[in-house]
């Protein structure tokens, strides 16, 4: 089972917002670990969308947003675009067994 | 710019092993340590371990230790994954990502993954 915590789906209208959330515990987000999140169209590799909780690569649009508060983080998508239809994963990192990179189960966002 | 790229499909019987090489460019190698990350068809992405670029430490998850070694080559500036005794469970793509230049453990580049079929 994925460390974090993330709804299967979600799906939106064309210019809609939608927000993916992304649960974890006290010994990964909640113990202050940055929380990033990816974008991963089919057949393809990850691509990094955000980085410590709120920053953006460059070449990612503003529509793409980042927060984090406790043991919790949220990506939000404003002004939905049809190619934003994809796989989204969050990832920290957990310092219980000695510390190891996790993941999230992985959000399908559907554009309508 | 920077690349990260991976060797290609490979179709393994159970019980055999496989080794999966990843070739970085665009930066200094050994300034960034290397993550794989695998996925199974139809689920989502995990974590199989990291590796020092700079001085070859390790570190495993619990899930892959003994059965998974990661190496890297800095005069070709190529990471390897080597994972044995092989079962279906293992059919899956893999990854090689790059630690992030921010230092907060994301990683910012990644391979286009190796597709690796067990099967007898």
């Known amino acids: 089972q994925p460390v974090l915590t993330q709804p299967p789906s979600v799906s939106g209208a064309p210019g809609q917002r939608v927000t993916i959330s992304c649960t974890g515990t006290t010994s990964n987000i909640g113990a202050s670990y940055d929380v990033h999140w990816y974008q991963q169209l089919p057949g393809t590799a990850p691509k990094l969308l955000i980085y410590g909780h709120t920053n953006r690569p460059s070449g990612v649009p503003d529509r793409f947003s980042g927060s984090t508060s406790g043991t919790s983080a949220s990506l939000a998508i404003t002004g939905l675009q049809a190619e934003d239809e994809a796989d989204y994963y969050c990832q920290s990192y957990d310092l219980s067994l000695g510390g190891h990179w996790v993941f999230g189960g992985g959000t399908k966002l559907t554009v309508l | 710019q920077i690349l990260l790229v991976q060797s290609g499909v490979e179709v393994k019987k159970p019980g055999a092993s496989m080794k999966v090489s990843c070739k970085a460019s665009?930066?200094?190698?050994?300034?960034?340590?290397i993550s794989w990350v695998r996925q199974a068809p139809g689920q989502g992405l995990e974590w199989m371990g990291w590796?020092?670029?700079?001085?070859?430490?390790?570190k495993y998850p619990q899930k892959f230790q003994g059965r998974v070694t990661m190496t890297t080559d800095t005069s070709t500036s190529t990471a390897y994954m080597d994972l044995r005794s092989l079962t279906s469970d293992d059919t899956a793509v893999y990854f090689c990502?790059?630690?992030?230049?921010?230092?907060?453990?994301?990683?910012?580049?990644w391979g286009q993954g190796t597709r690796v079929i067990v099967s007898s």
């Open positions: 990502a790059r630690d992030g230049f921010s230092g907060t453990r994301e990683f910012d580049f």
């Open positions: 665009g930066y200094t190698f050994s300034d960034y340590g």
């Open positions: 590796i020092s670029a700079y001085n070859g430490k390790t």
